[in-house]
């Protein structure tokens, strides 16, 4: 008659099985962290394929563009929040938490907000607009993305209508509007560029650190991360975002993470990109300060790689292919996930 396992070869062989069966969320929360999200739109959740990989894979939703302001309230005083309920409840049905994304930001603003020409005016709307919509969703979400892109790449402040017409004084407006409605949830500063050392992450630390000194409610910051395949982009990340959370002293997230490929994406690329995506999961992993990592969809059949200008000839950003196969990339982030912490050496070929 064989002998019993030994009960820690029992509990180890469990682990084992649990790793190699388990879905990103269940493996990096094994790992110490909140969640590995996506985010999501009604015509994700309709889709018979889509909707099964985000119940099983994800432990987080980020409202992809219906909570954004040319969504929420294209015609003035008439709010729209029926598709970002229908996200936020499929969410909350399914045991996820949800990110809002996002109350502040320079694209998508309706033409009725770029022709407001006072500060007065633009400070009433902004209050308003924060107001109504945060409480609206309140005790529901997890946090928010307050103010997107601020600042451009070299570290000065987009000139966005809000900028114009209040200066930084928006951005102190709009914490403390969506704290006054909401103060329990998690308030971000959302922007891109700030995965790497350079003058853009310094004016995020910046702004951050003062915010804190004023007492302005804030309290994570997110780095969308949207990278190209094999450009350099990416050694060195794990080290800014230690900068910028022991900088700050706020929480980090990776809320936006995709890598897009060159046209034509082919075998060689495909094996790149999962290096990519190995190496900026990892170097989440190897902050503590690092919350959890969004990626900004599910299939590239459904991506803003396509729809954008800036991203022509782009494409092939996420882990399942148009078909909702998965890609090496989807074993590239496991393999993050798994090494702990440790980044990857970059190799390439």
Same mark, same amino acid.
């Given at each position: 008659m064989?002998?019993?396992?030994p009960l820690l070869?029992v509990?180890?062989?469990?682990l084992l099985?649990?790793?190699? &069966?388990?879905?990103?969320?269940?493996a990096?929360?094994?790992s110490? =962290?909140l969640?590995?999200g996506?985010?999501l739109?009604?015509?994700?959740?309709s889709?018979t394929?889509?909707e099964p990989i985000?119940? @099983?894979? !994800?432990?987080?939703?980020? +409202?992809e563009?219906t909570l954004k302001?040319?969504?929420t309230q294209r015609?003035?005083?008439n709010?729209t929040?029926e598709?970002?309920?229908?996200?936020?409840g #499929?969410?909350?049905?399914?045991?996820?938490t949800?990110?809002?994304h996002?109350?502040v #930001? &320079?694209g998508?603003v309706?033409? #009725?907000?770029?022709?407001?020409q006072t500060?007065?005016e633009?400070?009433?709307?902004?209050q308003?607009?924060i107001t109504t919509?945060?409480?609206r969703f309140r005790?529901?979400?997890?946090?928010?993305? %307050?103010v997107?892109?601020?600042?451009n790449?070299d570290?000065?402040?987009r000139e966005s209508v !809000? !900028? @114009? *017409?209040l200066?930084?004084?928006?951005?102190r407006?709009? !914490?403390?509007?969506a704290?006054a409605a909401?103060?329990?949830?998690?308030?971000?500063l959302?922007?891109? &560029?700030i995965?790497?050392q350079?003058?853009k992450?310094?004016?995020?630390? @910046?702004?951050?650190q003062?915010l804190r000194?004023?007492?302005?409610?804030?309290?994570g910051?997110? $780095?969308?991360t949207h990278l %190209?395949v094999?450009?350099g982009?990416?050694p060195?990340?794990? /080290?800014?975002? /230690?900068?910028?959370?022991?900088s700050?002293g706020l929480e980090?997230? *990776?809320?936006e993470?995709?890598?897009r490929i060159? /046209?034509?994406?082919n075998?060689? =690329?495909?094996?790149e /990109?999962h290096?990519?995506?190995?190496? +900026?999961v990892a170097?989440c992993?190897a902050v503590p300060?690092c919350?959890?990592v969004?990626?900004?969809?599910? $299939?590239d059949?459904? $991506?803003w790689v396509d729809?954008?200008e800036?991203?022509r000839g782009?494409?092939?950003?996420l882990?399942w292919?148009v078909?909702y196969?998965? =890609?090496l990339a989807?074993?590239?982030?496991m393999?993050?996930?798994?090494?702990?912490g440790?980044a990857? @050496?970059?190799?390439r070929?």
């Open positions: 064989p002998r019993p396992l070869l509990l180890i062989h469990l099985f649990a790793l190699v &069966h388990a879905s990103l969320d269940s990096i929360k094994l110490g =962290k969640y590995f996506t985010a739109d009604p015509r994700h959740l889709d394929r889509c985000a119940r @099983r894979e !994800f432990g987080s939703i980020t +409202t563009n302001w040319g969504e015609v003035r005083g709010f929040l598709d970002a309920e229908t996200v936020v #499929w969410a909350m049905g399914a045991g996820k949800v990110r809002g996002a109350l #930001w &320079h998508g309706p033409d #009725w907000v770029e022709q407001i500060a007065e633009m400070r009433s709307v902004l308003a607009h919509v945060v409480s005790g529901r979400l997890y946090a928010w993305d %307050v997107n892109e601020v600042f790449d570290g000065s402040w !809000f !900028f @114009r *017409l200066g930084a004084e928006y951005v407006l709009a !914490f403390r509007a704290n909401d103060p329990e949830v998690k308030l971000y959302n922007d891109y &560029h995965h790497h350079g003058p992450l310094d004016a995020v630390i @910046r702004l951050a003062d000194a004023e007492g302005v409610p804030i309290h910051i997110g $780095s969308q %190209v094999a450009d982009n990416t060195g990340m794990a /080290q800014s975002l /230690q900068h910028l959370a022991t700050t980090i997230a *990776l809320t993470v995709d890598v060159p /046209q034509p994406a075998r060689r =690329k495909l094996r /990109q290096g990519d995506y190995e190496y +900026t170097a992993l300060q919350v959890g969004t990626v900004w969809g599910i $299939s059949r459904y $991506s729809d954008s800036e991203t782009y494409d092939a950003p882990m292919d078909r196969v998965k =890609k989807y074993e590239g982030a393999k993050g996930i798994e090494g702990r440790r990857p @050496r970059r190799r070929g």
